[in-house]
C-alpha cells in the first residue's frame, strides 16, 4: 500500500441529517463540516473521481463511519464498492464498526480499523472472524509536541505486539506543534508514523472534488498565526494547552480578544471563516462573534475590544484561577492580583478556585450567571475538581 502519490479517499456519511457515526471522538472535524455529504454520491461523480487515481487501492472513509447502521446502509456501501472495483481498484475500508468487519470478507481488500478505548476493548472478541482478510490498525495521537510523543513509544510498541498486526500511528489534525518524525521511527514496517501532510495533499471525494488543503483547516498553521498575531489574545482552553499541553490536549472551540477588526479579515481570507456577530445589541460592549470554517476545524468564539487595558480586565474577571490568563505574541499574560505561580498550578494540577471578593463584571453580557455554570459544568467533564 505505500506509494509516493496521494491517496484517493471517497468521505461517506450516509445519513440525509444529521452525522452517521456512533463514536465522538475529541479530534473529529468531520461532525459540522458544511463539506460532509449527506446520503450517497452518484455513480457518475464516483466514477470520474477514482478513474483520476494514480494509486492502485480507493479508501472509503469518514466523514461519519462506512459501517455506521451496516444492515440499513449497506446496499449504498456495497454499489460504491461495486463501482470501484469494476474500475479496476481495489478497496479499503477505514471503520470503527468492528462488529461488521466479517461481512466484508472477498469484498474489500484492506481494512482499517480506527482504534479508541471501546474499540481496543472488542477486538479480541472478532479478531479470529478476520482470517483472510488484510487488517491494519490506525490510532491518532495525542496532539503533544515531539518530546512528548517519544516519551509514548513504549506504549505504542507494547499496543503493536498485543494487537499482532501493523499499526498506524496518524498525526492528529488538530495539533499545533510540528513533529520531528526523525525521532519517532521504530527500525520496522510494523508501526508506522504517518504526517497530517499526507491528508492534506490527499484527494477527496466529499461535496465536491477536492485536495484536503480545501476541505480541512490546517490547523498548526492557524495556530501560527493566531499565537504571533499581537492584535489577538488567547484565552480559554487553548490558554490551557499551550501552558500544559500534557495535562490539556485537547480543545473544543478557540477562544479569541482581539483588538482590530482587520484580525477577522484575515482569519476570512486566508481561514476561510465566517463570521457571525452574536453581540446582545446593535450598540453593547464588547462584541461577539461566532466564526466556522468552510474547512473541518475548530469554530472561532471571538470578543472584539478597544484596549489592552479592556482583556486583562475580562480575563481577570473570570470566575476560577485557572482561567486567569491570556496568550498574545509569544506570551503569557498572568491575572496580577492571583498570581502567575498560582494559576500555573491551577492549571496543571486541575484545580479550579473560586475567587471570592467583588469581580468587575462590566465588560460581561448579563447572562454571566448561565455561561459561568456552563463553564463549571465543562470543567467537571475535563476532570477539574472545583474549590467553592
Given at each position: 500500500?505505500?506509494?509516493?502519490?496521494?491517496?484517493f479517499?471517497?468521505?461517506?456519511?450516509?445519513?440525509?441529517?444529521?452525522?452517521?457515526?456512533?463514536?465522538?471522538?475529541?479530534?473529529?472535524?468531520?461532525?459540522?463540516?458544511?463539506?460532509?455529504?449527506?446520503?450517497?454520491?452518484?455513480?457518475?461523480?464516483?466514477?470520474?473521481?477514482?478513474?483520476?487515481?494514480?494509486?492502485?487501492?480507493?479508501?472509503?472513509?469518514?466523514?461519519?463511519?462506512?459501517?455506521?447502521?451496516?444492515?440499513?446502509?449497506?446496499?449504498?456501501?456495497?454499489?460504491m464498492?461495486?463501482?470501484?472495483?469494476?474500475?479496476?481498484?481495489?478497496?479499503?475500508?477505514?471503520?470503527?464498526?468492528?462488529?461488521?468487519?466479517?461481512?466484508?470478507?472477498?469484498?474489500?481488500?484492506?481494512?482499517?480499523?480506527?482504534?479508541?478505548?471501546?474499540?481496543?476493548?472488542?477486538?479480541?472478541?472478532?479478531?479470529?472472524?478476520?482470517v483472510?482478510?488484510?487488517?491494519?490498525?490506525?490510532?491518532?495521537?495525542?496532539?503533544?509536541?515531539?518530546?512528548?510523543?517519544?516519551?509514548?513509544?513504549?506504549?505504542?510498541?507494547?499496543l503493536?505486539?498485543?494487537?499482532?498486526?501493523?499499526?498506524?500511528?496518524?498525526?492528529?489534525?488538530?495539533?499545533?506543534?510540528?513533529?520531528?518524525?526523525?525521532?519517532?521511527?521504530?527500525?520496522?514496517?510494523?508501526?508506522?508514523?504517518?504526517?497530517?501532510a499526507?491528508?492534506?495533499?490527499?484527494?477527496?471525494?466529499?461535496?465536491?472534488?477536492?485536495?484536503?488543503?480545501?476541505?480541512?483547516?490546517?490547523?498548526?498553521?492557524l495556530?501560527?498565526?493566531?499565537?504571533?498575531?499581537?492584535?489577538?489574545?488567547?484565552?480559554?482552553?487553548?490558554?490551557?494547552?499551550?501552558?500544559?499541553?500534557?495535562?490539556?490536549?485537547?480543545?473544543?472551540?478557540?477562544?479569541?480578544?482581539?483588538?482590530?477588526?482587520?484580525?477577522?479579515?484575515?482569519?476570512?481570507?486566508?481561514?476561510?471563516?465566517?463570521?457571525?456577530?452574536?453581540?446582545?445589541?446593535?450598540?453593547?460592549?464588547?462584541?461577539?462573534?461566532?466564526?466556522?470554517?468552510?474547512?473541518?476545524?475548530?469554530?472561532?468564539?471571538?470578543?472584539?475590544?478597544?484596549?489592552?487595558?479592556?482583556?486583562?480586565?475580562?480575563?481577570?474577571?473570570?470566575?476560577?484561577?485557572?482561567?486567569?490568563?491570556?496568550?498574545?505574541a509569544?506570551?503569557?499574560?498572568?491575572?496580577?492580583?492571583?498570581?502567575?505561580?498560582?494559576?500555573?498550578?491551577?492549571?496543571?494540577?486541575?484545580?479550579?478556585?473560586?475567587?471570592?471578593?467583588?469581580?468587575?463584571?462590566?465588560?460581561?453580557?448579563?447572562?454571566?450567571?448561565?455561561?459561568?455554570?456552563?463553564?463549571?459544568?465543562?470543567?467537571?467533564?475535563?476532570?477539574?475538581?472545583?474549590?467553592?
Amino acid at each position: 500500500m505505500k506509494s509516493l502519490h496521494a491517496n484517493f479517499t471517497i468521505i461517506v456519511n450516509w445519513r440525509k441529517s444529521g452525522f452517521g457515526c456512533a463514536k465522538v471522538c475529541s479530534y473529529c472535524n468531520w461532525r459540522d463540516s458544511p463539506l460532509l455529504p449527506h446520503g450517497g454520491q452518484s455513480a457518475a461523480d464516483i466514477s470520474t473521481f477514482i478513474t483520476q487515481c494514480d494509486k492502485s487501492f480507493i479508501t472509503i472513509s469518514g466523514g461519519a463511519d462506512p459501517l455506521y447502521r451496516f444492515e440499513e446502509y449497506c446496499p449504498q456501501l456495497l454499489a460504491m464498492i461495486q463501482i470501484i472495483r469494476e474500475h479496476g481498484y481495489k478497496v479499503r475500508i477505514i471503520t470503527r464498526e468492528i462488529q461488521h468487519i466479517a461481512k466484508l470478507k472477498g469484498l474489500v481488500d484492506y481494512v482499517s480499523i480506527s482504534l479508541d478505548s471501546d474499540v481496543l476493548a472488542d477486538v479480541g472478541r472478532y479478531q479470529h472472524e478476520w482470517v483472510g482478510i488484510d487488517v491494519e490498525y490506525s490510532l491518532v495521537l495525542p496532539p503533544l509536541p515531539t518530546a512528548a510523543i517519544v516519551t509514548l513509544k513504549p506504549q505504542y510498541f507494547a499496543l503493536y505486539v498485543q494487537l499482532g498486526k501493523r499499526l498506524v500511528l496518524r498525526e492528529n489534525l488538530n495539533s499545533i506543534y510540528p513533529l520531528d518524525f526523525g525521532k519517532l521511527i521504530f527500525g520496522h514496517s510494523g508501526i508506522v508514523f504517518v504526517a497530517k501532510a499526507l491528508c492534506l495533499e490527499s484527494r477527496y471525494l466529499s461535496t465536491v472534488d477536492c485536495v484536503g488543503h480545501d476541505i480541512v483547516q490546517d490547523t498548526e498553521r492557524l495556530a501560527r498565526y493566531l499565537m504571533n498575531e499581537p492584535r489577538l489574545h488567547l484565552f480559554g482552553g487553548f490558554a490551557k494547552h499551550l501552558l500544559a499541553a500534557r495535562v490539556h490536549p485537547e480543545f473544543a472551540d478557540i477562544d479569541l480578544i482581539t483588538l482590530d477588526a482587520d484580525v477577522l479579515r484575515i482569519l476570512e481570507d486566508q481561514f476561510a471563516y465566517t463570521f457571525k456577530d452574536v453581540s446582545q445589541s446593535a450598540t453593547s460592549y464588547p462584541r461577539y462573534f461566532l466564526g466556522k470554517s468552510s474547512r473541518a476545524g475548530k469554530t472561532i468564539q471571538l470578543i472584539g475590544m478597544n484596549s489592552a487595558d479592556d482583556v486583562m480586565k475580562f480575563i481577570a474577571g473570570a470566575q476560577y484561577d485557572a482561567d486567569r490568563v491570556s496568550f498574545s505574541a509569544g506570551q503569557f499574560h498572568f491575572d496580577s492580583t492571583v498570581g502567575e505561580q498560582a494559576i500555573r498550578h491551577a492549571v496543571n494540577t486541575k484545580q479550579a478556585n473560586l475567587i471570592g471578593g467583588d469581580r468587575d463584571l462590566s465588560l460581561f453580557s448579563i447572562n454571566r450567571p448561565l455561561v459561568e455554570q456552563r463553564h463549571k459544568i465543562k470543567l467537571l467533564r475535563k476532570g477539574f475538581t472545583i474549590h467553592e
